[in-house]
């Protein structure tokens, strides 16, 4: 059995609403560090920060340069096996890190995504009882470039190498708005083993007015960015791989294409879907393959999560 050790990055910008929770919720996961990137905060966050200097190794950046660049400098202080990353307006549920250690002590994986589950206002926590159950259902593949299921894709639910990681070349500074998560698990594609984790849900996504998730535009706009990497061979797997590559590129920007039909930006979502229509094409016939043949089955781990499920209050006489 494998014994690995966890560095938590957490990053933030301008989150002070969010930012408490989401480093009292790494805390308590017992990860060897924490490491919270404050990215050029100017509303406040740093007094709130100051609190965990005790507690946590706290980077401050003078100049906001965008999450994938913060995420970056806490890799490269990290001294853990595996980096688990965090933004500043998420929560890891308490049991994510007991989760992600049984996986990778069972399976040598170079990257796990795990599952999320979205809210607005306040954390649902109540529901913690209700999610805390065993046992872990995942799929694993050899190679990220074979999954053959589409996963919500979050940062915080990644769990990646630390060595992996740094060999790939990190996330890439230009490439924001969820592109950066699809651009590094390019950049990992055949690095080695994935395991996605489909139960149970391993942090709370905060959807929120000023999340960038509302900005479609922006979205559209980074996609093409992706498929410039691809058209300069920035990512790996040579001739033998580009099949895979475009099934996972169009499946991306079919995605995004829809998101921005719905939005009511039918030219721009027409144009990406044009200019990348031969992946568009692969994503497609990939999609209808994997149908019809087998998918790789699902695997259990068993768990018990019991200890993270909040007690519950003694029933008075009243209720009896």
Known sequence: MRSCRFSIVVTCFNQRSFIREAIESALIQGADEVIVVDDGSNDGSAEILQEYCDRVSLCPVAKNGG????????????????????????????????????????RHAVLVHGEKLSFRGSAPTAMLGELAHGPIIFREYAVPMNKDRSAGLC???????????LAAGGWTPEILCYGDIKDLTMKLGYAGPLVL??????????IHEKQSIHDVAKYLAYAYRLLANERASRYPGGAAGLGKRYAALGAYVVFWSRKGVHAGLWKEAAHLALVSLPMVIAAVAYRTRSLVRRRRKLEHLDLDLSRFAPERPAASNKDR
């Open 67 to 106: 999450a994938p660049r913060a995420r970056n400098h806490g890799a490269q202080i990290a001294t853990g096996d595996y980096l688990l990353f965090l933004d500043g307006d998420d929560i890891l549920v308490p049991w994510a890190l007991t989760v992600y250690k049984r996986v990778l002590e069972q």
């Open 155 to 165: 940062a915080s639910t990644m769990v990646v190498e630390r060595a992996a990681f």
């Open 197 to 206: 984790i489909h139960e149970p849900i391993t942090a709370f996504y905060r």
